[in-house]
């Protein structure tokens, strides 16, 4: 069986304080090229965190050889989202373009808060800088065991775009108070829906068997007469993102556990559309389907 992953940004913390002060003068694409150099050493090293995307490819249909030439593939897109993440964190500027947006903005607008759920396809900590506005403060639920460097740079670049930082810690309720005080504010909480953290799960349909959904974040959309908007963050080109935003739709007339487990198979539905067509954005490095 896979190791789960632990969601943790490798390498050390002065290799990634260097990392960041490097895009002061160098351009991307020379990282993108070193990357090539010691991939295959990294895969083989973390060969238990490569299963994850080896078992991912083998269900949508590849074959064995196939498969294993796709995680050199799906790692070489995780490091470039990667690089790109330090970039920002360095000043670097990316076009991103938002599908939906007025509809996004309509909800911005709103005295209401509302839930903003994202996943590990593609690169979603790149669309909290376009898709946060001055008009209303967006709190991003993140996991708390996270390297310091990276930590600290994220919260520097997220308060320069009115957006704060809800550290889950896995030994503290605090952040189950914060939330609830930031949707009573009318502020958007933004929240991961495929990142398993505790034995809370909910069972969903996703390339052909039942994958493991964390049911916190569903069960919190059931609860709240509010809207959920789901989004995706795809790399198109060096500089390029594109960000597709979609309303979910919520049967208030569902007792909540079924609206929760209604909206997660949404959730579970469109992540397998988006993967099969993005398949090296999908990042999902733990045993998604044990």
């Known amino acids: 069986m896979a190791q789960q992953w632990s969601g943790k940004t490798g390498g050390t913390h002065w ?13 991307s694409s020379f990282v993108y090229g070193i990357m090539h150099f010691w991939l295959l050493w990294y895969i083989i090293v973390r060969r238990s965190v490569a299963r994850g995307a080896y078992v991912f490819h ?46 996004y903005y309509d909800n911005v607008k709103r005295k209401d808060g509302f839930i903003l759920l994202f996943s590990h396809v593609g690169n979603s900590e790149m669309a909290a800088y376009t898709m946060a506005t001055p008009d209303k403060k967006m709190n991003i639920v993140a996991y708390g065991g996270e390297s310091p460097v990276v930590m600290e740079n994220r919260a ?16 503290s309720m605090d952040h189950i108070f914060r939330i609830n005080d930031a949707l009573q504010r009318g502020e958007v909480l ?9 034995d809370n799960t909910i069972n969903c349909h996703v390339l ?52 929760a487990q209604h909206l997660a198979q949404q959730y579970a539905t469109r992540i397998e559309q988006m993967a099969l067509e993005h398949p090296y954005q999908w990042f999902n490095f733990f045993d998604f389907w044990a």
């Open 15 to 27: 290799m990634q304080r260097a990392l960041v002060g490097m895009y002061k003068y160098v351009d």
């Open 208 to 259: 052909g068997a039942d994958a493991k959904l964390p049911a916190g974040p569903f069960e919190l959309c059931a609860a709240l007469h509010c809207p959920v908007v789901l989004t995706f963050v795809i790399k198109e080109s060096k500089k390029t993102y594109h960000t597709y935003t979609e309303l979910l739709q919520v049967d208030y007339s569902l007792p909540r556990h079924e609206r």
């Open 58 to 103: 083998r269900r949508r249909g590849r074959s064995r050889f196939n498969a294993a030439i796709d995680v050199y593939r799906s790692f070489y897109h995780f490091g470039q989202a990667v690089v790109d993440r330090f970039a920002v964190y360095a000043g670097v500027k990316f076009d991103i373009r938002v599908d939906n947006s007025e509809r």
């Open 190 to 198: 933004a929240i991961a829906g495929d990142r398993k953290m505790g």
């Open 156 to 171: 520097k670049v997220l308060a320069e775009n009115n957006i704060g930082m809800i550290v889950v810690q896995p030994d």
